[in-house]
């Protein structure tokens, strides 16, 4: 044991075991493979117990001088925290990556003895503590990398590896040469003599020679644009092959790079500035890229390149004290969930991105695919997103804003392509033969997704988050999808109820605007979630990630840490994103979804960041003590919460969301998931409004919200498909809340969280109703059904009441909400904002009586029958909502206006059940009893115009069926402008791309010349 | 053109790169302190006169040992690039080898005893003198290749060459971790007796250790020689 | 007239043979002619290494009957830049057997030595 814990050994295992081979080779192959195994393993175990010892001596590095001799004389390893950390990572992906290549490194002994080396140098090249040494080692993982693509016999195989050849010669004989010249300079070649010597790095030489070396170590890790040479050999080995070069021989540099990072002070903006270029550059060209391999590729340059920039600009920024978490927590996500990409690659057998695989035939396989794409997005609670979000942070607080958003711009278009890899290899296609997948290759994928979920949870924990909030709604979710196989469909749903409440239970309280927020959406979302009862067979994932969703939700609702916000946020996202995906016809339109979706949390995340990194605190609380300065925080957290309620302009993920979700899951999405990014919009409201702004943006958002409510109405009125009309819909009245909560005072929030209430149970209804028409009727074009009233009394019945409520007409809740609203408007004397609402209420009214008269009256063409029970329970569940509310609505409004942080004069006093405001008392009995008649009389007038009219198909066209606005009318702008946006963008990566001529010639002089950019650039730097 | 334009430029601008080097270096009057001590550790310490000889295989072993599993890579994997490739056009037919001639022959008669010779000297000597592991081992090979070219049908035993390598592979390795157990540490050589300065058998390990290197070195280039040939 | 140190004469060469390699490199299309150049470059490197090393003076640093340890430190070259050219020279040696055997596969693979031919993948 504690021979094993000399990592001296890990050299030896190496070189030993590669010496060995060719005689092991020559007894048998059985000895040929389990030598080679137990060396592999020998090796991988040295590192594991040797970093075990280093943790129990307390992080002491072991020293291991060699030649009996200390340094300088002879070259001396290390063997610290760092070093061991990276060791062990590198040694276990090698040894899962040697199982999962087993078909291809069998064939040859060569292949046997080279890997063996190779990782070796990696080791070494993490251990030394001497240049040339390294120089060495450097060789040896190059020499071995040129021998293993010797392993690939395609014509393009064996030309990428001429070309990855050439290109590494010339970077390692730059570090050659830059070492010697060092050497020249200060007399040593140990990096720690060296270092000490610094003060003597002075000159033309030392300039040369640093740069060279850093040059050499930056060309390895592939820097655009002089990487073209690393992209060919990964799209043409074998998928793990690629992977082991891309994640553990590139180990071996970004190790070098810190290790060498104390002589390249003078250089950290050079680095800075080249590895932001390659990660936003190689995202970039990845969103035009249909190889799935060179896709990989692309991805794991832009994430070396992240990991090398966290380096440099943490110890530029003097935040060396989280390199660890930062640095380690990418490189850690990289290694695992890009490794596990590739093997999955050759698992599927699939090269071209663009192919749809049906993936989902292969559940083992998809879920792989989708744990490490979400894992790579650097998305929680994956080792990446705590790295990033502490990067972040730390940008932030040093103002780094442009690099910040080069990140997030980059993160955003790596998201977008992954996700869209994820969508085509999900999407069905029954012609396409799937292979069986192979053991050797699945269970290192197992355990790559294991260690990433155990590192995930392991950084969460060390990151400071609330790991109840965080964790409580991943465990029930697990839990719901162990136990998941045992039980009926319906058994599931049941278990997901009760698993949901009895879970939230144990959840912190939330007190105040959050508290009622938190109250309504779990008995909402309960109520809704409980619709799924009605379907005999719910797709496996459903449950689960509706208990997750539910369940984050509150996590969002109840923390006090913006890092627990963002987390649950983010949980919210993805499961609404698989949530939605399971709808029949959903696939194509998730992307957008998950990118805007990303797109709003990533503004939410850079937001957050300014304020957090000017006031110096991650609690919530803190928004609200931000000075003025922050004002572009409060600007993106807004714009990110309008992003996520639909605003117009960055509408256009809803309505297909929406549209093509599951029916219930839309009803999730629209009463419940949707009030989420409304929270947030008011705590940013609410945290601006006690923090001082100068600037008042309130107006703007007013405007905004009211466009939303017009435009949104006005697309609602254009749809002939029930489902979209609902999601316009939807959109509209998340407008009228936006503009109730930029009216900044007492009135404008009671009315915001009384629409919102009002929304939730109202959009629940239609949204479960409309599922319950579509699958009786089968269809959901609006034209193909007609005449529902005898076919479905009942379902008539609350839609009647949600759309009444919805409308704003009294008596009902809608009515309070829009009376409240317009009154706030006025007060504030925003006319034409009121002229507005007036305009929206017409419109609403408009498209809800077209959807009422369409469904249910006229002749009754289509054979249906009343909705299932399960579906119609939590709508009457909803209705009953609504009238106790209509009906006091004191119980709903005066928590609410106590809720309110008593900053704004309230300007609500109850008497009684009647409101007193400064406009005039609303006292609902004789309103009710007045509307109540008025209604009666309305409905009668109806009754008797559909009797009349009804048999009149001329007339029910006129009404229902006719578009009731010309195209002209509702042109698609906001799509033309996000597609001449996309546009934009897949020319500029076209363009970007160009570079990559194929040319090997060309990609030596691309390092060349890389090298001397670098260098004539260092040379305007200012020196320390 | 674009290409070949931007390629002069390149070389230009290293040229620019290379003159202020060469404009910036000062030639040494004296030898720093590191390679001082170098100077008076390997006679004394190592009793090894050839200081270089004592920097390669001891204060520097480890990089000896990089550069000797570099060149047992690029042996092993020669034989997987040369590989016939499957399901390629057949490779182009060989060129028609001429007779090396009369004096390539003779000289080979006369010559490859004494290459050889001459190769064993040099390492077994590179304690002593110039030379060493690596430079006799290139000897070697360089003697093989005469032979190679002179009888092109010879035929090396391959397998055989391959078992020398690994064999004295490994060997280094265990003499190396023989200086963990007996000496000071990884490939120190001091656990054998020291000898006197000078004397043949002398430097503790290091004439050993140069052995395998010229045995391994010779076997390898021969292998790498060999395997051009196909 | 101005004289040179010996061992800048040797650097300017050695510098001069990297660029005429790296020429090779850029600007001949044939691989072989490449490797050539990678050759030439790797030898310019070795004798830039050796003339870093070079003490004003100095011998090589082998005691013998000349050479008496006593002093000997006085009176040599650096030692560590000829040692380090030693590994350098087996690794370019080591990289050039790697390109030939690439050169040779790519051939018999494409029937042809011309870099513009090898430019399957790309973008």
């Known amino acids: 044991m504690t021979a094993l814990a000399h990592p001296i050994g890990i050299l030896l295992f190496g070189i030993g075991g590669g010496f060995l081979i060719p005689l092991l080779y020559k007894i048998g192959y059985g000895w040929l493979h389990t030598g080679f195994f137990a060396a592999l393993g020998g090796l991988t175990l040295t590192s594991i117990f040797s970093l075990i010892a280093v943790v129990q001596g307390g992080g002491e590095a072991i020293e291991i001088l060699t030649a009996g001799a200390a340094p300088p004389i002879s070259i001396n390893l290390r063997f610290g925290l760092a070093e061991g950390a990276f060791s062990v990572s590198v040694n276990v992906m090698a040894t899962l990556l040697a199982v999962a290549h087993w078909d291809h490194l069998k064939k040859n002994y060569v292949a046997l003895l080279l890997f063996l080396i190779l990782v070796m140098g990696i080791n070494g090249m993490i251990m030394t503590r001497d240049l040339f040494n390294l120089f060495v080692f450097l060789e040896i993982v190059s020499i071995g990398t040129y021998g293993l693509l010797g392993l690939v016999t395609s014509r393009d195989g064996i030309q990428a590896a001429f070309k990855y050849v050439m290109a590494t010669v010339i970077a390692s004989t730059l570090f050659l040469l830059g070492a010697v010249l060092i050497y020249y300079v200060t007399g040593h070649l140990n990096i720690d003599f060296v270092i000490e010597a610094q003060a003597s790095l002075i000159g033309p030489i030392s300039g040369i020679a640093l740069v060279m070396m850093l040059a050499c170590l930056l060309i390895e890790l592939k820097p655009f644009p002089a990487n073209g040479w690393g992209l060919d050999v990964y799209e043409t080995v074998p998928p793990a092959l690629a992977a082991f070069l891309s994640v553990c021989a590139s180990a071996g540099m970004l190790f070098a790079v810190y290790k060498l990072l104390p002589l390249f002070t003078d250089y950290l903006s050079l680095i800075i500035a080249s590895t932001a270029l390659t990660f936003l550059a190689s995202n970039l060209i990845g969103l035009r890229q249909d190889k799935i391999q060179r896709l990989l590729g692309y991805s794991s340059v832009g994430q070396m390149a992240l990991g090398v920039l966290a380096l440099a600009v943490l110890t530029q920024i003097g935040a060396q004290q989280v390199i660890p978490l930062v640095v380690f927590g990418l490189f850690l996500n990289h290694l695992l969930a890009k490794a596990g990409l590739f093997c999955l690659v050759a698992a599927i057998g699939a090269s071209d991105l663009r192919e749809a695989l049906g993936l989902t035939r292969r559940p083992f396989v998809a879920g792989g695919l989708a744990l490490f794409v979400v894992a790579i997005c650097a998305l929680p609670p994956f080792p990446g997103f705590w790295a990033k979000w502490e990067l972040i942070m730390q940008l932030a607080s040093a103002e780094r804003f442009l690099l910040i958003a080069i990140l997030l711009a980059g993160s955003l278009m790596e998201t977008t392509y992954l996700f869209r890899w994820f969508i085509r290899a999900v999407t069905p296609n029954p012609e396409r033969q799937l292979p069986e997948p192979k053991l050797n290759i699945l269970l290192p994928v197992l355990t790559m997704a294991v260690l990433l979920i155990v590192t995930g949870v392991g950084m969460a924990m060390a990151s400071g988050a609330d790991g109840l909030l965080i964790f409580l709604p991943l465990g029930v979710g697990a839990g719901l999808l162990v136990v998941g196989p045992l039980l009926s469909s319906r058994l599931q749903g049941i278990a997901m109820l009760v698993a949901v409440v009895g879970a939230s239970q144990m959840l912190p309280e939330a007190y105040g605007i959050a508290g009622l927020f938190s109250h309504l959406l779990l008995a909402g979302g309960l109520i809704i979630a409980s619709a799924g009862l009605a379907e005999k067979t719910m797709p496996p994932l459903h449950y689960p990630l509706m208990a997750v969703l539910l369940l984050s939700i509150q996590s969002v609702l109840r923390t006090q840490l913006g890092l627990t916000f963002y987390v649950a946020w983010e949980f919210i996202t993805v499961a609404s994103f698989f949530l939605i995906a399971q709808g029949r016809n959903a696939l194509p339109e998730t992307l957008r979804f998950m990118v805007f979706s990303m797109f709003a949390a990533f503004l939410i995340m850079g937001g957050y960041a300014i304020i957090a990194g000017q006031t110096g605190s991650r609690a919530l609380i803190a928004l609200t003590i931000a000075t003025p300065e922050a004002m572009v925080g409060y600007a993106l957290l807004a714009a990110g919460f309008l992003v996520k309620a639909a605003a117009i302009g960055v509408h256009i993920w809803l309505p297909p969301a929406y549209g093509e979700a599951p029916d219930n899951v839309t009803a999730i999405l629209s009463g419940v998931v949707s009030k989420v990014g409304i929270f947030g919009l008011l705590m940013t409201a609410y945290a601006a409004a006690q923090s001082e702004l100068n600037v008042d943006f309130t107006y703007l958002l007013a405007c905004i919200g009211m466009a939303t409510t017009v435009i949104g109405a006005l697309l609602a009125l254009c749809q002939r498909d029930l489902k979209r009309l609902l999601a316009y819909s939807s959109m509209s009245q998340l407008g009228y809340i936006v503009t109730a909560i930029a009216l900044m005072s007492h009135l404008g929030w009671v009315t915001a969280l009384y629409i919102v209430a009002n929304h939730m149970m109202v959009k629940g209804i239609l949204f479960l109703a409309a599922g319950a028409i579509i699958l009786r009727t089968g269809t959901r074009q609006l034209d193909e059904i007609s005449g529902l009233v005898r076919r479905m009394p009942l379902t008539f019945a609350v839609v009647a009441v949600a759309l009444l409520s919805m409308s704003g007409l009294p008596p009902l809740m809608g009515f309070g909400g829009k009376w409240l609203l317009l009154s706030a408007l006025m007060d504030k004397g925003w006319t034409v904002l009121v002229a507005g609402g007036i305009l929206a209420t017409f419109l609403g009214l408009w498209y809800m009586t077209r959807l009422l008269v369409g469904l249910f009256f006229g002749p009754a063409i289509t054979q249906s029958r009343e909705a299932p029970a399960m579906i119609l329970i939590p709508q009457v569940l909803l209705v009953g909502g609504i009238l106790v509310f209509s009906l006091f609505p004191k119980l709903l409004m005066g928590p609410v206006s106590d809720a309110i942080d008593p900053q704004f004069a309230a300007t609500l006093v109850w008497e009684g059940q009647s409101l007193e405001t400064i406009y005039g008392i609303w006292d609902p009995t004789p309103v009710m009893l007045t509307s109540i008649a008025a209604a009666a009389g309305l409905m009668a007038l109806w009754w008797g115009l559909s009797k009349v009219m009804g048999k009149s198909v001329r007339a029910r066209a006129a009404l229902v069926l006719a578009r009731p606005l010309p195209q002209a009318a509702t042109p698609r702008l906001a799509q033309a402008a996000w597609g001449a946006f996309v546009h934009g963008i897949e020319v500029l990566a076209d363009g970007t791309r160009r570079i990559y001529t194929g040319n090997g010639q060309f990609y030596v002089l691309l390092v060349l010349a890389y090298f001397l950019v670098l260098y004539f650039m260092s040379t305007f730097l200012p020196a320390s | 053109m674009m290409q070949r334009v931007l390629s002069v430029i390149v070389i230009g601008l290293l040229a620019v790169v290379f003159t202020r080097i060469v404009g910036a270096y000062v030639q040494l009057d004296a030898l720093r302190p590191l390679a001082a001590s170098y100077v008076t550790l390997s006679p004394e310490s190592l009793t090894t006169p050839n200081v270089i000889t004592g920097i390669l295989i001891t204060y520097r072993g480890l990089d000896t040992l990089g550069e000797v599993a570099v060149l047992f890579m690029v042996a092993a994997s020669l034989g997987l690039l040369l590989k016939p490739l499957e399901g390629q056009p057949k490779p182009p037919k060989a060129f028609q080898r001429s007779d090396p001639g009369e004096i390539v022959h003779s000289g080979k008669q006369v010559m490859f005893p004494m290459i050889l010779t001459f190769g064993a000297y040099v390492i077994v000597n590179g304690h002593l003198s110039a030379g060493g592991g690596f430079q006799g081992g290139a000897i070697v090979a360089a003697g093989v290749m005469l032979l190679l070219i002179a009888t092109p049908e010879t035929r090396l035993n391959t397998t055989l060459l391959s078992i020398v390598e690994s064999t004295a592979g490994i060997l280094f390795v265990l003499l190396g971790i023989l200086g963990i157990v007996l000496a000071g540490g990884f490939l120190d050589p001091r656990f054998l007796p020291a000898g006197e300065l000078g004397g043949f058998i002398s430097a503790g390990a290091i004439p050993l250790i140069s052995a395998l290197l010229g045995i391994k070195v010779g076997a390898e280039l021969s292998v790498v020689i060999d395997k051009f040939r196909t | ?123």
Request: net charge neutral; proline share 3%.
């Open chain 3, 1 to 123: 007239m101005i004289t040179f140190p010996v061992s800048t004469v040797m650097m300017v060469t050695g510098f001069g043979l990297i660029l005429i390699g790296l020429a090779a490199i850029l600007l001949h299309r044939n691989i072989l002619r490449m490797i050539i150049g990678f050759s030439l470059m790797d030898s310019g490197i070795a004798i830039v290494l050796v003339s870093l090393g070079y003490v004003t003076g100095g011998t090589a640093p082998i005691m013998d009957a000349d050479l008496a340890v006593a002093g000997a430190a006085q009176r040599v070259v650096d030692p560590i830049p000829s040692a380090l050219t030693v590994t350098a020279i087996v690794i370019g040696l080591s990289v050039t057997a790697v390109m030939l055997a690439y050169a040779i596969r790519l051939y018999r693979s494409h029937g042809t030595l011309d870099i513009e031919a090898f430019r399957h993948s790309r973008a």
